[in-house]
């Protein structure tokens, strides 16, 4: 009935009722990793909880974990390719103020930590910084349900394009992160030319501040009313709360009449009341599980648990339907039909685009080998490695 058959030890052969193009890259979601079912059994809800309830089949095992605090990994002995492996120890610290890694890197306690935007411009110059750029949208969701006016495509358009992003990214985040017009995020899909597939995407979402302004005028004689208010949700942390207040001085700087209101809440509450459907706007994000554009487009349909603007489209429905069904063998019809359909939303503004999300990394020039991944897991060390004979604050290579 599952269409999945295990042939022999090491094979499984998977019968699918339709051709996915994407089935490697959506098997390599964490999902789709193997367990062990006589431990899963044996544990059952336990199973995972600590190392000794877990079978690890990776370059690593987990042989300490203490929840909110560090987990510490060692090499694993057992692993098929454990030849390449280098290190015998990984340390994770968990942090709960964003603020201490960048001491704990100055005094030699760890080799990698995120940083803060604020604390970008002190390391400017220093071998360790690095910025990544991850496959993350982060977008402002307007629930046409709870605020009328967000019910009218011209005041929806007005809001996404009142923001300047460049500032924004640049002078408020400062930590890698782009511009976003679009809503597919860069490197999450190749098109079969080759090329990103957000180059083919046309959005018209740009910063436009007397576009904007147009808008906003054919809104409120739509809408019957001047002023117009609305509360937007953002994460309590201080990088957010400068930004939610960017982003509130931008919308009523160039959309007279209208009022932001910012509530700050802990992460698992505003997503929360994003899915209860209990908020007005929200700052929020979205990051692929899989290398197709159907990972971020899928979640705009009707009824789709996260879309929870209350938008809805039988066009875009349809269309995704289309893109997930007859054309899954034709690339390159379905490649255009998902841009196309992208755009379409897009002109529609349920959401309003404003950055893809960059991190900013203190990084030990002796650490080489790392991998970091876009989509999936975030860092892969099983070729990492420790190159003592690299200067940990020049970056350079010793003097012998």
């Known amino acids: 009935t599952l269409g999945v058959t295990a042939i022999n030890k090491h094979k499984i052969k998977i019968e699918l009722t339709k051709p996915i193009p994407y089935i490697k890259e959506l098997l390599a979601f964490g999902t789709f990793m193997p367990v062990n079912p006589k431990i899963v059994k044996k544990y059952g809800e336990r199973y995972g909880t600590t190392p000794d309830k877990t079978v690890f089949n990776g370059p690593f095992k987990v042989t300490n974990w203490s929840p909110e605090d560090k987990i510490q990994l060692v090499k694993n ?13 990984v340390n994770f610290k968990i942090l709960k103020d964003s603020q201490s890694g960048a001491s704990l890197y100055d005094t030699g306690s760890v080799d990698d930590t995120i940083i803060t935007s604020e604390q970008v411009d002190k390391y400017k110059d220093s071998p360790a910084l690095n910025k990544r750029l991850l496959a993350f949208t982060y977008f402002i969701k307007m629930n046409e349900k709870t605020v009328p006016a967000f019910k009218n495509q011209d005041f ?24 976003m017009d679009k809503f597919t995020a860069k490197d999450t899909f190749l098109s079969p030319n080759g090329e990103d597939y957000t180059k083919g995407v046309h959005s018209p979402l740009k910063y436009n501040p007397k576009e904007a302004k147009k808008h906003l005028d054919k809104a409120k004689k739509a809408l019957g009313q001047d002023k117009i208010a609305f509360t937007l949700n953002t994460n309590e942390t201080p ?19 209208v009022t932001v209101n910012i509530k700050s809440m802990p992460g698992k509450q505003r997503i929360s009341s994003e899915l209860s459907g209990n908020y007005e706007s929200s700052l929020s994000g979205w990051g692929p599980d899989y290398a197709d554009p159907l990972t971020f487009l899928n979640i705009m349909t009707t009824g789709n648990s996260q879309n929870n603007t209350d938008w809805g489209s039988k066009k875009y429905d349809n269309a995704i339907k289309e893109t997930n069904g007859s054309l899954l063998k034709q690339k390159d019809k379905r490649d255009q039909t998902l841009k196309e359909t992208e755009e379409y939303m897009l002109k529609q503004a349920p959401i309003a685009p404003v950055f893809q999300k960059g991190e900013a990394h203190l990084t030990n020039p002796q650490v080489k080998g790392v991998i970091y991944h876009k989509i999936g897991g975030d860092t892969n060390l099983k070729y990492a490695y420790i190159d003592k004979s690299i200067d940990r604050e020049t970056g350079k290579k010793k003097d012998k």
């Open 239 to 257: 990088a957010d709360k400068v930004g939610a207040q960017y982003l509130k001085n931008q919308i009523q700087t160039n959309l007279p009449g």
């Open 77 to 89: 002995n057992k692993y098929w390719d454990k030849k390449v492996v280098k290190l015998d120890k």
């Open 156 to 179: 929806r358009l007005a809001v996404a394009k009142a923001i300047n992003k460049k500032e924004y990214v640049n002078d408020v985040l400062n930590n890698g992160s782009t511009v």
